[in-house]
Nanobody
Framework: QVQLVESGGGLVQAGGSLRLSCAASGSIFRINAMGWYRQAPGKQRELVGIIISDGTTNYADSVKGRFTISRDNAKNTVYLQMNSLKPEDTAVYYC???????????????WGQGTQVTVSS
């Protein structure tokens, strides 16, 4: 069993900052990519940022220069530092990880339960 547990969401004023964390636990052999997605009401889930095991990152254009994704491989944890937040960043943020549970099985996709981020104007 693998679990992704997110924390750090909340309510913040425009221009403020929040830091999200997501810790993976359970039977884990290796984690490849870890990332953050978000889904606003009435919209499709979209990629926010992703970081692979060597530290390479990729971001959605809408958050470049404002958000930073990082990871602590020893703790199986990924972070999302969100600065200069805008009302349009309001959404439920989901953690995602590409995890191999054992050396002899394929990687599988896992999701956290989501954490609400609300940015007021």
């Amino acid at each position: 069993q693998v679990q992704l547990v997110e924390s750090g969401g909340g309510l913040v004023q425009a221009g403020g900052s929040l830091r999200l964390s997501c810790a993976a636990s359970g039977s884990i052999f290796r984690i490849n990519a870890m990332g953050w997605y978000r889904q606003a009401p009435g919209k499709q889930r979209e990629l926010v940022g992703i970081i692979i095991s060597d530290g390479t990152t990729n971001y959605a254009d809408s958050v470049k220069g404002r958000f930073t994704i990082s990871r602590d491989n020893a703790k199986n944890t990924v972070y999302l530092q969100m600065n200069s937040l805008k009302p349009e960043d309001t959404a439920v943020y989901y953690c995602n990880a590409d995890i191999r549970r054992y050396a002899w099985v394929r990687n599988a996709d896992y999701w956290g339960q989501g954490t609400q981020v609300t940015v007021s104007s």
